[in-house]
């Protein structure tokens, strides 16, 4: 099962039910990973247009949703992300239910939503190197998906 299938599944109760936090059916664990995102991307202080644009395609390419479903977990995940006062949670669900690659993959993400912008702040590198430690994503391996990021960008 890839990582973003299991997206689709990592976040709802033993019975099979989602997260009763979850809104306008919502999946909870979709809105974990989206929050986790906005929590990078403000980091720096803004909340970039291209940031939201790049969570917005990561949301409707990696994990299978429409334009209008992306909006709405968007929407969701800015408003529950500016709730929380701590990752931890995001990242305990994700640390329990996603293998090394899963984790990886999932970090690879949001150093692309760090360099939307261009510009990696050190808020941003150091909520990066918080979340790989609670990810249990070692810092060479953040290190390397850092860079792939950049190259990819064209910032190196």
Same mark, same amino acid.
């Given at each position: 099962? #890839?990582?973003?299938?299991?997206?689709?599944?990592?976040?709802?109760?033993?019975?099979?039910?989602?997260?009763?936090?979850?809104?306008?059916?919502?999946?909870?664990?979709?809105?974990?990973?989206?929050?986790?995102?906005?929590?990078?991307?403000?980091?720096?202080?803004?909340?970039?247009?291209?940031?939201?644009?790049?969570?917005?395609? #990561?949301?409707?390419?990696?994990?299978?949703?429409?334009?209008? &479903?992306?909006?709405?977990?968007? #929407?969701?995940?800015?408003?529950?992300?500016?709730?929380?006062?701590?990752?931890?949670?995001?990242?305990?669900? *994700?640390?329990?239910?996603?293998?090394? &690659?899963?984790?990886?993959? *999932?970090?690879?993400?949001?150093?692309?939503?760090?360099?939307?912008?261009?510009?990696?702040?050190?808020?941003?590198?150091?909520?990066? @190197? @918080?979340?790989?430690?609670?990810?249990?994503? #070692?810092?060479?391996?953040?290190?390397?998906?850092?860079?792939? *990021?950049? @190259?990819?960008?064209?910032?190196?």
């Amino acid at each position: 099962m #890839s990582i973003f299938a299991k997206l689709g599944t990592f976040f709802t109760d033993e019975e099979g039910s989602n997260d009763s936090q979850a809104s306008n059916n919502i999946d909870a664990k979709k809105l974990a990973a989206a929050a986790l995102m906005v929590e990078v991307a403000v980091q720096d202080g803004e909340f970039a247009d291209q940031e939201q644009k790049v969570i917005k395609k #990561s949301l409707i390419e990696k994990l299978d949703l429409s334009d209008t &479903e992306a909006e709405e977990l968007l #929407s969701a995940a800015i408003d529950k992300q500016s709730q929380s006062i701590q990752i931890l949670s995001f990242t305990r669900d *994700i640390k329990n239910h996603f293998d090394e &690659e899963g984790r990886a993959d *999932i970090m690879e993400m949001l150093w692309g939503i760090v360099f939307a912008d261009g510009v990696e702040d050190h808020f941003e590198s150091n909520l990066m @190197r @918080r979340i790989a430690g609670l990810l249990y994503v #070692s810092d060479k391996k953040s290190g390397e998906l850092r860079k792939k *990021i950049m @190259r990819e960008n064209n910032l190196i």
